[in-house]
Nanobody
Framework: DVQLVESGGGLVHPGGSLSLSCAAS????????MSWLRQAPGKDLEWIAS????????EYADSVKGRFTISRDDAKNALYLQLNSLETEDTAMYYC??????????RGQGTQVTVS
């Protein structure tokens, strides 16, 4: 079974940074496009970033472009998201997902990011 475990969330002040990680297992990670999604309180699930197989192609939602960076380490079966210049509007539960530029596919339990 696909297992995705996120970590690295926390409380940060506006303008601060966080680094999120996702440990993947149960599938051939290097053969999968991967994404980060988020869901703010009272709002729909939102796609925010994807990285293609091999890591050469990345895509971002306009809301995070230029502030967030997605990356992967296929040797470690790990996905990362660097969050810079955080804003209060970035407060959400962040999920790692086995998908590419969509909200489908399995995802983890999430890690909470609070900007306040």
């Amino acid at each position: 079974d696909v297992q995705l475990v996120e970590s690295g969330g926390g409380l940060v002040h506006p303008g601060g940074s966080l680094s999120l990680s996702c440990a993947a297992s149960g599938f051939i990670f290097r053969n999968a496009g991967m994404s980060w999604l988020r869901q703010a309180p009272g709002k729909d699930l939102e796609w925010i970033a994807s990285i293609a197989i091999g890591g050469l192609q990345t895509e971002y939602a306009d809301s995070v472009k230029g502030r967030f960076t997605i990356s992967r380490d296929d040797a470690k079966n790990a996905l990362y998201l660097q969050l810079n210049s955080l804003e209060t509007e970035d407060t959400a539960m962040y999920y790692c997902a086995k998908s590419f530029i969509n909200l489908n596919g399995p995802r983890g339990q999430g890690t909470q990011v609070t900007v306040s």
